[in-house]
């Protein structure tokens, strides 16, 4: 059987990762000051920040047009693929998946399984890299689904924002009434809940340098609780700096961990806004 991986744009992974394990990669829609650009392909990350600074109204997302992804999907029917793995954003971020869901009967020329990653960014692309390997090794659509489904069990992160607005205004935020009366003082950390997979706030510190600290005590206590290898990530909103003197200080911690820098591109930058910082890890999809 030959299988096709399609991922969104949210996993920001480099056109190096794309082209090698022939990923296929839907752009999703931001939408600043009524104007619409596809992330990746209309707008680069850097553009992105640069125009929220200079926007007049607070930038939004939309799902990609249901037609287009019609379209990718018989494409990759004609192309010979019987079936289509469509690995995508958490559904408590978006309807993204559901959406998938409802027009999947609409596609007769290929199988087509929606995969609900339950989180976003680098952790997201290391699973959609796995299930890419998995198919050009010629696994089948049931065990490439049972590894996703592993590695998505083993994804946790912690993000450190500046102020929570942009969550609360896209109505991300599953708990922000009572974050939002010292928001403009604080540095809230949040996480995805692992019951709900919702994005909440769980605590607030007085400034960067001890929510990181916070973070790392935190990660410290969960990764004594783990029997696998651990792959870490960093992953910055426009803040390569922070980023690389934070993995700086985790090399020398945790010399034995794998640690890449990644980016919250368009999309979640949309949400988190600018300089938000984030430790993620999750099973290194190198070390079987």
């Known amino acids: 059987m030959k299988i096709a991986v ?9 056109d190096k990762q794309i082209n090698d394990y022939n990923i296929h990669v839907v752009p999703i829609p931001v939408i600043i000051d009524n104007k619409v650009y596809k992330e990746g392909i209309d707008i680069s990350t850097e553009d992105f ?4 600074k200079t926007a007049d109204s607070f930038p939004s997302t939309s799902q990609p047009p249901v037609g287009e992804l019609i379209s990718l999907y018989e494409s990759l029917g004609n192309q010979g693929y019987d079936a289509v793995i469509s690995i995508h954003l958490a559904s408590t971020i978006s309807g993204f998946v559901q959406t998938l869901t409802n027009i999947a009967g609409e596609v007769h020329n290929i199988k087509v399984v929606p995969f609900d990653s339950q ?14 390997r998995m198919a050009l090794a010629g696994a089948s659509v049931d065990e490439i689904l049972m590894r996703l489904r592993e590695l998505r069990a083993t994804t946790n992160e912690y993000f450190i924002v500046d102020d929570l607005q942009n969550l609360v205004r896209g109505g ?3 708990n922000a009434s009572a974050f939002i009366g010292s928001v403009l003082k604080i540095k809230p950390l949040l996480t995805f809940d692992r019951e709900n997979h919702r994005i909440v706030a769980f605590d607030k510190v007085r400034s960067r340098k001890k929510a990181i600290k916070r973070v790392e005590n935190l990660f410290d206590k969960e990764r004594q609780k783990i029997d696998y290898p651990l792959r870490l990530i960093i992953i910055h909103a426009n803040d390569e700096e922070a980023a690389a003197a934070w993995k700086d200080q985790l090399v020398l911690r945790y010399p034995n961990y794998p640690i890449d820098i990644s980016y919250f591109g368009p999309v979640i930058g949309t949400h988190l806004g600018e300089k938000a ?12």
């Not at 399609?6 to 480099?14: C, E, F, G, I, Q």
């Not at 910082?277 to 079987?288: C, G, P």
């Open 277 to 288: 910082l984030a430790l993620a890890w999750m099973k290194d999809i190198d070390k079987e």
């Open 6 to 14: 399609v991922t969104d744009s949210t996993a920001y992974l480099t």
């Open 119 to 132: 989180i976003t960014v680098m952790l997201m692309g290391n699973m959609v890299i796995a299930a890419a």
């Open 49 to 52: 920040y640069q125009k929220l």
């Open 172 to 174: 991300r935020l599953s």
